[in-house]
């Protein structure tokens, strides 16, 4: 997990509020992907970006989700008007290069949403 | 559908013996399988990658076979020690594909 900072780490937010987690990657790392785990469920892919572009979001819910990783400062992944089945930990992951293949993947330690 | 299974029951072994977790997929054809370790309230930790064409995979304690004819890829923790335990995920990525696909994982608990 060396170099990974998510915040917040724990997060409560009432149902139609925003959420708003934030990911920097490890130094000099320009790939980033968002995970999803649900309470008993694996971790589920849902975005993968490399500097200011969206690469892959087949995993990200088409409504209320977007995820940005701009030129500077860290990823953002957003959630609009949140729902209780949003409750869960969101994993941000980053690599070098592109996939695993010879590259390690480093992810944080989470950031774990609660919706009331 | 593409499937990654593991134990879903955790596995309890005495201190000192090998513990062996096994990831079978079905349609699916990774060119890389990893394995991760997960504590409690922790992010996912890199442990071992083994590409299609290798067999088997070292590292001190840890060993990984993968099958690809029988779409299995077991995972070796040996001379296991209480802060073994943990959650151990698969995950697998297709070639030229950049996302990885994990399993629920499997809970291991060695016991003193």
């Known amino acids: 997990n060396a170099g990974v900072m998510q915040n917040p780490r724990h997060l409560v937010r009432r149902r139609g509020q925003e959420a708003r987690l934030r990911c920097s990657p490890v130094?000099?790392?320009?790939?980033v992907y968002w995970y999803r785990q649900l309470p008993e469920e694996g971790l589920k892919f849902m975005v993968y970006?490399?500097?200011?572009?969206?690469?892959?979001e087949s995993g990200m819910p088409k409504e209320r989700f977007s995820a940005e990783f701009p030129k500077e400062g860290p990823s953002i992944l957003r959630i609009q008007q949140v729902v209780r089945g949003d409750s869960a930990a969101y994993f941000c992951?980053?690599?070098?290069?592109?996939?695993?293949?010879?590259?390690?993947?480093?992810f944080g330690e989470g950031s774990w949403l609660t919706v009331v | 559908s593409q499937k990654i299974e593991q134990n879903s029951e955790a596995l309890n072994i005495q201190e000192g013996k090998t513990a062996t977790l096994t990831c079978n997929y079905t349609?699916?054809?990774?060119?890389?399988l990893q394995w991760y370790r997960q504590d409690p309230g922790r992010g996912p930790v890199f442990l071992l990658l083994?590409?299609?064409?290798?067999k088997e995979k070292r590292k001190e304690r840890l060993k990984v076979t993968f099958d690809t004819t029988l779409k299995q890829s077991l995972f070796h923790i040996t001379a296991s020690q209480p802060a073994d335990s943990a959650t151990y995920l698969c995950?697998?990525?297709?070639?030229?594909?950049?996302?990885?696909?994990f399993g629920k994982g499997t809970m291991l608990l060695v016991s003193p």
């Open positions: 992951a980053s690599s070098p290069g592109q996939g695993a293949g010879g590259n390690t993947i480093y």
């Open positions: 130094k000099g790392h320009s790939h």
């Open positions: 970006l490399q500097k200011e572009n969206i690469i892959d």
């Open positions: 349609n699916y054809s990774p060119a890389y």
């Open positions: 083994i590409r299609e064409n290798e």
């Open positions: 995950a697998l990525e297709d070639s030229g594909y950049s996302t990885l696909t």
